[in-house]
């Protein structure tokens, strides 16, 4: 088992470095179609794993499946594996929402965002997998916690429908203080540095300070989103790679949206739904658990129903620009 994991780690670091330090070499503001190609290839990656993950379970291969987290198939982890999967991405896209204010707050050039959100990235794999492991240990431990987790996600489902996620304080960033009081902060980027040294002085750039607020951020998503996913499965494996590839495709993902994300007002009231039925969902885990399909099914249409309804609000108010009267 311990084998399967070094290599799935060893497989993200890999594709990781390939992404910055080849595909992404050179510092350039990344463009809509190629931010759709590369959004494209991380689900495309995060299926083709899907599929590794069907044979693994039926043929329990490095003795995968065999522990106790009621995974009865090759088929049916694939479909708590692609359920998670799918959670996870919906909910990362009220990240990209923050992301891009966090962007436009610091007026970050678009050549230097891919660099902040790539090692926040890095930072957010270690981050969840600290979480991950330590809620399905709390879970294992005390079985009631199931019931807090749901309870948790459906006041996080009332608190953001209720709250507006518009405004950016940075100055009450406890990691930004805290970076402030260590070091000097340059005036102005430097490049697509984070550190920079004037004689003897170690300064940080501003850039570096987006990235702590980013970090930050995915911290507070992170608290979300985790739990909603330990109510499709508790195995570790799969909670953590569907998670880990939900989030690997969230820099394209954001450069694929950044231009037209006010076109899709009505997904996070999509995202307030998912919350609240995942939740319901962990409550009544124990009583009446709803099946994987049926779960996947409803999250598939209320993701549908919220991204229908924001294209064709769009398009209705294209019409009222157009039309004279």
Not at 198 to 222: Q, Y
């Amino acid at each position: 088992m311990i084998v399967l994991w070094i290599g799935f780690l060893i497989i993200i670091v890999l594709l990781l470095s390939l992404d910055l330090g080849v595909f992404h070499r050179r510092v350039h503001a990344i463009k809509a179609k190629e931010a759709l190609l590369w959004t494209l290839f991380w689900v495309f990656l995060a299926l083709l794993f899907n599929v590794f993950i069907y044979f693994a379970y039926k043929n329990c291969w490095f003795g995968i499946g065999t522990a106790e987290n009621h995974i009865k198939s090759g088929a049916d982890a694939a479909l708590k594996y692609f359920t998670g999967y799918l959670i996870e991405k919906s909910l990362s896209l009220d990240n990209i929402f923050v992301i891009a204010l966090i962007f436009s707050y610091f007026k970050v050039p678009a050549m230097y965002q891919h660099r902040v959100l790539f090692w926040g990235i890095m930072g957010a794999l270690i981050m969840r997998g600290v979480m991950i492991f330590a809620g399905v240990a709390l879970i294992k431990k005390f079985a009631w916690m199931i019931y807090v987790f749901g309870l948790f996600l459906i006041i996080t489902a009332i608190k953001m429908l209720i709250t507006r996620q518009d405004k950016i304080e940075p100055e009450k960033n406890i990691l930004i203080k805290l970076a402030e009081k260590i070091y000097p902060v340059t005036k102005n980027f430097e490049g697509a540095k984070f550190f920079i040294k004037k004689g003897k002085v170690r300064s940080i750039t501003p850039l570096f300070l987006v990235l702590l607020v980013i970090e930050s951020t995915d911290v507070l998503f992170a608290i979300d989103s985790i739990p909603a996913i330990f109510a499709v499965t508790l195995d570790p494996f799969i909670v953590f790679t569907s998670n880990i590839f939900a989030i690997l495709g969230l820099r394209s993902l954001y450069f694929a949206l950044a231009a037209m994300m006010d076109k899709f007002r009505f997904l996070k009231l999509s995202l307030v739904f998912i919350l609240a039925f995942v939740g319901v969902k962990m409550i009544l885990s124990h009583s009446f658990p709803i099946p994987t399909l049926v779960s996947l099914c409803i999250i598939t249409a209320i993701l549908f129903v919220g991204i229908y309804a924001s294209i064709s609000a769009s398009k209705r108010d294209m019409a009222k620009l157009k039309s004279p009267f």
